[in-house]
C-alpha cells in the first residue's frame, strides 16, 4: 500500500492503526511503539516513495526547491494596518502607494514595500528636553542656546515650545527630506524667532500666546510644503515664555510695579467717572432752578403790573370806593398776626370789647 493509499483509507503513514489497537490482520494484538530511528527511516521511505525515485535521487531536491520558490514568492504578500500607507519600491525608486489591507509586490531584491504610521502625531520640542530625553526622573532639561530669543523691543525671552505633526504625504515624506525630525526642528526654531522679533515682550508673556502660536505655525508650514516634505503641522504650543533668569526678579517687580499703576489709573479713572457726571447734574439741577426762580420772578410782576393796571382803571372809575378798599386791604395785611386793642372815642370807658377768636384758634390747636 502507498503513502497516499495509506493517508486516504485512514490508516497510519508508519504502517499501524490508528487507535494502534490492532496490527490489521484482526488478531488483536498490540505492537511494540517504533522508535525514533525507526520513524525517520519510514519518513524517508514514504518520501521515496511518494516521488517514485529512490532515497538517493534528485526529485526530493526538486521538491525542496519547489517549496523554497514558493516560499519566495509568497514573501511579496504585506499587510498595510489602517494607521499606515504602504509604499511600494522597485529598485529602490518609488512605483505607487497601497492603502490599508492585505497586498502584493514582487518579492526581493526586485521590490519592497515600506509602511509608514501616517496618523501617528509626532512631537518635536525646542527650547527643553523631557525628563525621559535627559534620563532624569523628573522634570524638564533647558536648553539655552534654543530658547532665548531676542523680542521686537530689545528684550530677551526664555521659551520652550512643542511642535506637534503628522505626515500628510509617504512617498514625499520618504524621498524629499533625509532626517524629518531635524528638519521640522530646524525650521520651527527660524519660525519662532522670526514671529519674535516682531513682537514687544509684554505680548509675548501675556495676551499674544495665541496669535504667535499660528502665525508659527503657518510660517513652519509653508516652509515645509516648499520642500515638499509630505508633513502636516498640527499645532504648536508654548509651554513656557518668561525673562532669562538672571533679570526675572527685576522683570517681576517692574510687572507689579506696571500693576500698580494700571490699577491706579483704573481707580482714578473709576473717581472721575463718578465725580464727573454728579457735578455734571448739580450744575445742571443748579441752572434749571434757577430758570425756574426767573420765570416765576418774571411771571409774579407780570401778575402785579396787570393787577395794578387793573386797580388803576377801576380807581380811574370810582376814586373814592377804590382808596377805602385800598386802604382796608393794606390794613388787613398788616394787622392781620399782630395783638390788636380798638379803641372808640365816642364811648365812655373807650375800648371796645370783642370776642378774641384769633386766641382761640391758637389755643385750641395747641391742645
Known sequence: MSFKDKIFSNQSPWGSAPGGGSNGNGSGTRRKPPSLDDLIKNFQKNINKF?????GGSKPIILGLIVILGLYIASGLYRVLPDEQGVVLRFGKFVHTTQPGLHYHLPLPFERALTPKVTKVNRVDVGFRPASDTGRSSGVGNVPEESLM?????????IN???FWVIKDAKNFLFNIQSPVETVKAISETAMREVIAKNEIQTILTEGRSNIELEVQDIIQKILDEYGSGIQITQVQTQQADPPAQ????FRD????????ERSKNEAEAYANDVIPRARGEAEQVLQQAEAYKKEVVAKAEG???R???????YKNAKQVTQERMYLETMEKVLADIDKVIIDKNSGSGVVPYLPLPELKKSGAKK
Request: charged share 25%.
Open 161 to 163: 515650545y512643542s511642535v
Open 304 to 306: 402785579e403790573a396787570s
Open 150 to 158: 531676542l523680542t521686537g523691543d530689545e528684550n530677551i525671552v526664555d
Open 247 to 250: 533679570v526675572i526678579d527685576a
Open 308 to 314: 395794578f393796571l387793573a386797580i388803576y382803571n377801576e
Open 254 to 261: 517692574v510687572q507689579a510695579a506696571r500693576a500698580d499703576r
Open 51 to 55: 516521488s517514485g525515485g529512490k532515497s
